[in-house]
T-cell receptor, first 110, second 114 residues
Framework: DAKTTQPPSMDCAEGRAANLPCNHS???????VYWYRQIHSQGPQYIIH???NNETNEMASLIITEDRKSSTLILPHATLRDTAVYYC???????????FGTGTRLTIIP | DTEVTQTPKHLVMGMTNKKSLKCEQH?????MYWYKQKAKKPPELMFV???????INESVPSRFSPECPNSSLLNLHLHALQPEDSALYLC?????????????FGSGTQLSVL
Protein backbone atom coordinates (compact mmCIF):
# COMPACT_ATOMS: atom_id res chain seq x y z
CA ASP A 1 0.00 0.00 0.00
CA ALA A 2 1.08 3.57 -0.70
CA LYS A 3 2.93 5.56 1.92
CA THR A 4 1.45 8.75 3.40
CA THR A 5 3.04 11.96 4.69
CA GLN A 6 1.37 14.15 7.30
CA PRO A 7 2.56 17.16 9.31
CA PRO A 8 3.52 16.02 12.83
CA SER A 9 1.37 18.61 14.59
CA MET A 10 -1.20 21.35 14.02
CA ASP A 11 -3.20 23.77 16.14
CA CYS A 12 -6.68 25.03 15.43
CA ALA A 13 -8.89 27.49 17.30
CA GLU A 14 -12.08 26.15 18.78
CA GLY A 15 -15.05 26.73 16.50
CA ARG A 16 -12.93 27.10 13.38
CA ALA A 17 -12.54 24.54 10.63
CA ALA A 18 -9.58 22.20 11.06
CA ASN A 19 -7.95 21.22 7.77
CA LEU A 20 -5.58 18.27 8.00
CA PRO A 21 -3.48 17.55 4.90
CA CYS A 22 -2.13 14.22 3.73
CA ASN A 23 0.18 13.44 0.83
CA HIS A 24 -0.02 10.04 -0.87
CA SER A 25 1.71 10.63 -4.19
CA UNK A 26 2.25 6.90 -4.93
CA UNK A 27 -1.39 5.91 -4.47
CA UNK A 28 -2.70 3.28 -6.88
CA UNK A 29 -6.05 3.30 -8.63
CA UNK A 30 -7.56 0.66 -6.36
CA UNK A 31 -6.39 2.20 -3.08
CA UNK A 32 -8.71 4.08 -0.77
CA VAL A 33 -7.85 6.96 1.55
CA TYR A 34 -8.93 6.30 5.14
CA TRP A 35 -8.84 8.61 8.14
CA TYR A 36 -8.81 7.48 11.74
CA ARG A 37 -8.21 9.44 14.91
CA GLN A 38 -7.04 8.46 18.37
CA ILE A 39 -8.07 10.47 21.36
CA HIS A 40 -5.77 10.12 24.35
CA SER A 41 -6.18 6.82 26.23
CA GLN A 42 -8.68 5.46 23.70
CA GLY A 43 -8.50 3.13 20.72
CA PRO A 44 -8.44 4.59 17.21
CA GLN A 45 -11.76 5.65 15.76
CA TYR A 46 -12.77 5.48 12.11
CA ILE A 47 -13.70 8.88 10.65
CA ILE A 48 -14.19 8.64 6.92
CA HIS A 49 -12.82 7.11 3.74
CA UNK A 50 -12.97 7.74 -0.01
CA UNK A 51 -11.65 6.65 -3.38
CA UNK A 52 -11.76 9.71 -5.64
CA ASN A 53 -14.93 11.66 -4.94
CA ASN A 54 -15.26 14.03 -2.02
CA GLU A 55 -17.04 12.48 0.91
CA THR A 56 -18.92 13.91 3.87
CA ASN A 57 -20.43 12.34 6.95
CA GLU A 58 -21.54 13.51 10.37
CA MET A 59 -17.97 13.76 11.60
CA ALA A 60 -15.98 15.27 8.75
CA SER A 61 -15.45 15.93 5.07
CA LEU A 62 -12.76 14.36 2.91
CA ILE A 63 -11.47 16.26 -0.09
CA ILE A 64 -9.32 14.25 -2.53
CA THR A 65 -7.46 16.06 -5.29
CA GLU A 66 -8.25 15.15 -8.87
CA ASP A 67 -4.90 13.38 -9.34
CA ARG A 68 -5.49 11.59 -5.98
CA LYS A 69 -1.98 12.41 -4.80
CA SER A 70 -3.17 14.29 -1.75
CA SER A 71 -6.23 14.75 0.41
CA THR A 72 -7.55 16.99 3.20
CA LEU A 73 -9.67 16.02 6.14
CA ILE A 74 -11.93 18.85 7.26
CA LEU A 75 -13.51 19.09 10.70
CA PRO A 76 -15.96 21.93 10.06
CA HIS A 77 -16.38 23.32 13.58
CA ALA A 78 -13.62 22.00 15.79
CA THR A 79 -14.30 21.45 19.48
CA LEU A 80 -11.94 20.66 22.34
CA ARG A 81 -13.00 17.01 22.04
CA ASP A 82 -11.45 16.88 18.57
CA THR A 83 -7.97 17.11 20.10
CA ALA A 84 -6.39 13.83 18.97
CA VAL A 85 -3.84 12.20 16.69
CA TYR A 86 -5.24 11.93 13.17
CA TYR A 87 -4.01 9.16 10.90
CA CYS A 88 -4.27 9.17 7.12
CA UNK A 89 -3.99 5.65 5.69
CA UNK A 90 -4.00 4.39 2.13
CA UNK A 91 -5.39 0.91 1.80
CA UNK A 92 -6.24 -1.42 -1.04
CA UNK A 93 -9.78 -2.76 -0.87
CA UNK A 94 -9.83 -6.08 0.93
CA UNK A 95 -6.36 -5.65 2.43
CA UNK A 96 -6.48 -6.71 6.05
CA UNK A 97 -3.23 -4.97 7.00
CA UNK A 98 -4.35 -1.54 8.18
CA UNK A 99 -1.00 0.12 8.92
CA PHE A 100 -0.74 3.38 10.85
CA GLY A 101 1.83 6.06 10.08
CA THR A 102 2.93 8.67 12.57
CA GLY A 103 -0.15 10.87 12.06
CA THR A 104 -0.85 14.52 12.90
CA ARG A 105 -1.33 15.60 16.49
CA LEU A 106 -4.17 18.14 16.32
CA THR A 107 -4.63 20.44 19.28
CA ILE A 108 -7.80 22.51 19.52
CA ILE A 109 -7.14 25.73 21.37
CA PRO A 110 -9.91 27.40 23.40
CA ASP B 1 -24.07 -2.65 19.72
CA THR B 2 -21.00 -1.16 18.05
CA GLU B 3 -18.56 -1.88 20.83
CA VAL B 4 -15.40 -3.88 21.08
CA THR B 5 -14.85 -4.76 24.72
CA GLN B 6 -11.39 -5.49 26.08
CA THR B 7 -10.57 -6.89 29.49
CA PRO B 8 -8.78 -6.21 31.70
CA LYS B 9 -8.21 -2.48 31.22
CA HIS B 10 -4.94 -2.63 33.13
CA LEU B 11 -2.60 -5.54 33.81
CA VAL B 12 0.66 -5.78 35.71
CA MET B 13 2.60 -9.00 35.38
CA GLY B 14 6.00 -10.42 36.18
CA MET B 15 8.27 -11.93 33.57
CA THR B 16 7.47 -15.47 34.72
CA ASN B 17 3.70 -15.02 34.78
CA LYS B 18 1.13 -16.33 32.33
CA LYS B 19 -1.81 -14.06 31.63
CA SER B 20 -4.43 -13.56 28.93
CA LEU B 21 -6.04 -10.54 27.34
CA LYS B 22 -9.61 -10.87 26.18
CA CYS B 23 -11.54 -9.13 23.42
CA GLU B 24 -15.22 -9.47 22.57
CA GLN B 25 -17.52 -8.07 19.89
CA HIS B 26 -21.16 -8.76 19.05
CA UNK B 27 -21.41 -6.98 15.71
CA UNK B 28 -21.17 -10.16 13.65
CA UNK B 29 -17.74 -9.13 12.41
CA UNK B 30 -15.62 -11.93 10.94
CA UNK B 31 -12.19 -10.32 11.11
CA MET B 32 -10.44 -9.54 14.38
CA TYR B 33 -7.10 -7.90 15.03
CA TRP B 34 -4.46 -7.38 17.72
CA TYR B 35 -2.36 -4.23 17.69
CA LYS B 36 0.43 -3.16 20.03
CA GLN B 37 1.03 0.51 20.80
CA LYS B 38 4.03 1.91 22.65
CA ALA B 39 3.77 5.34 24.23
CA LYS B 40 3.70 8.21 21.69
CA LYS B 41 3.94 5.76 18.76
CA PRO B 42 1.30 4.60 16.27
CA PRO B 43 -0.38 1.21 16.71
CA GLU B 44 1.51 -1.72 15.16
CA LEU B 45 -0.33 -4.68 13.73
CA MET B 46 0.41 -8.02 15.42
CA PHE B 47 -2.19 -10.56 14.28
CA VAL B 48 -5.27 -10.81 12.08
CA UNK B 49 -7.91 -13.49 12.30
CA UNK B 50 -10.24 -13.99 9.38
CA UNK B 51 -13.24 -16.28 9.84
CA UNK B 52 -11.62 -17.62 13.02
CA UNK B 53 -8.40 -18.59 11.25
CA UNK B 54 -5.09 -16.81 11.71
CA UNK B 55 -4.43 -15.02 8.44
CA ILE B 56 -1.65 -12.61 9.38
CA ASN B 57 1.17 -12.91 11.94
CA GLU B 58 3.52 -9.96 11.72
CA SER B 59 6.53 -11.96 12.93
CA VAL B 60 5.42 -11.63 16.52
CA PRO B 61 7.55 -13.48 19.13
CA SER B 62 6.09 -16.77 20.33
CA ARG B 63 5.66 -15.44 23.86
CA PHE B 64 2.50 -13.86 22.41
CA SER B 65 -0.05 -16.52 21.46
CA PRO B 66 -3.35 -15.50 19.89
CA GLU B 67 -6.50 -17.57 20.00
CA CYS B 68 -9.91 -17.12 18.38
CA PRO B 69 -12.30 -19.58 20.06
CA ASN B 70 -15.31 -18.28 18.12
CA SER B 71 -16.30 -15.42 15.87
CA SER B 72 -17.04 -13.10 18.80
CA LEU B 73 -14.00 -13.71 20.95
CA LEU B 74 -10.30 -13.07 20.58
CA ASN B 75 -7.68 -13.84 23.19
CA LEU B 76 -4.01 -13.01 23.49
CA HIS B 77 -2.10 -15.35 25.76
CA LEU B 78 1.05 -13.94 27.31
CA HIS B 79 3.95 -15.94 28.70
CA ALA B 80 7.50 -15.04 29.72
CA LEU B 81 7.15 -11.44 28.61
CA GLN B 82 9.94 -8.89 28.78
CA PRO B 83 9.75 -5.37 30.22
CA GLU B 84 9.93 -3.98 26.66
CA ASP B 85 6.60 -5.68 25.96
CA SER B 86 4.93 -3.13 28.20
CA ALA B 87 2.46 -1.32 25.96
CA LEU B 88 -1.18 -0.69 25.17
CA TYR B 89 -2.69 -3.72 23.46
CA LEU B 90 -5.59 -2.90 21.19
CA CYS B 91 -8.16 -5.24 19.73
CA UNK B 92 -10.23 -4.40 16.66
CA UNK B 93 -12.84 -6.02 14.48
CA UNK B 94 -14.21 -5.44 10.99
CA UNK B 95 -17.02 -6.76 8.86
CA UNK B 96 -14.85 -8.54 6.37
CA UNK B 97 -16.22 -8.85 2.90
CA UNK B 98 -17.67 -5.37 2.78
CA UNK B 99 -16.10 -2.76 0.50
CA UNK B 100 -15.60 -0.36 3.39
CA UNK B 101 -13.30 -2.24 5.68
CA UNK B 102 -13.49 0.10 8.63
CA UNK B 103 -12.15 -1.19 11.89
CA UNK B 104 -13.79 -0.81 15.25
CA PHE B 105 -11.29 -0.62 18.09
CA GLY B 106 -11.57 -1.35 21.78
CA SER B 107 -10.06 0.95 24.39
CA GLY B 108 -7.16 -1.39 24.95
CA THR B 109 -5.39 -3.15 27.80
CA GLN B 110 -2.50 -1.22 29.32
CA LEU B 111 0.11 -3.87 30.12
CA SER B 112 3.08 -3.37 32.42
CA VAL B 113 5.72 -6.11 32.64
CA LEU B 114 7.95 -5.91 35.69
Amino acid sequence: DAKTTQPPSMDCAEGRAANLPCNHSTISGNEYVYWYRQIHSQGPQYIIHGLKNNETNEMASLIITEDRKSSTLILPHATLRDTAVYYCIVLRLGNEKLTFGTGTRLTIIP
Amino acid sequence: DTEVTQTPKHLVMGMTNKKSLKCEQHMGHRAMYWYKQKAKKPPELMFVYSYEKLSINESVPSRFSPECPNSSLLNLHLHALQPEDSALYLCASSQQGQYNEKLFFGSGTQLSVL
